[in-house]
């Protein structure tokens, strides 16, 4: 058995110890706190710097909106297309053109031959009734209605050669000597071509000077009827 004194020395060990053992566990709680802090203090230092990165994104976004002038709630819409600008010419007018094709009515101007073929020198004309031949007579100074309510304008003086069927008929509705023959009357080509240049049936030059109708097939003159005018 120990003795008193050896009792209370192994007591003050003890007491030593747990004294030791208390400060350690407080100075070791005291490294944590201080380091829970710090981690504490850096968390909320990055959350206040993501707190103004947010911000200044959201100033950027609003700067560039307003910059452009659109807006989130507004869907984003496609340019509207450049309307096509229209041709500034003018199509012409068919007394222009160089018909293949239809009926013309015109003055012929030539008739001659290339070799086996005929070949006819056309002036377009335009023979107006009516409204529009009182409004174009009227317009050139002529007496408005005109005679016989027909008027006919040839301001374009432009020829035009189309090859013609030699074999075809042409009807015609004037004599030699400027008789006319309302009903008509039918030759053939070759006659026609005669009585044309004064060879045959037409010495005074009448059919030079009468209007005619022409067909025109593929380019060629299939058909020649003259104009009845009363």
Known sequence: MPTGVNLKTALGYVGISLATALIAAAAVMAVMSGRLSSYELIHSDTDKRLDRIEAAVASLTVEVASSTGTTDSLPAQSPSPTPPVPDSTPPESSLDDD???????CYIREIKWEGSTPEIKVDYAQMLTGSAAAAAAAARGDESPPPNDYYILNENTKLRSFPAQSSMSVKLTSTDGGASA?????VGFGQFADMYAGMSGGASGVFRNVPYWITIDGGTITSIEEQYLP
């Open 182 to 186: 309302p009903s008509g009357y039918t």
């Open 99 to 105: 018909v293949q094709f239809g009926r013309q009515f």
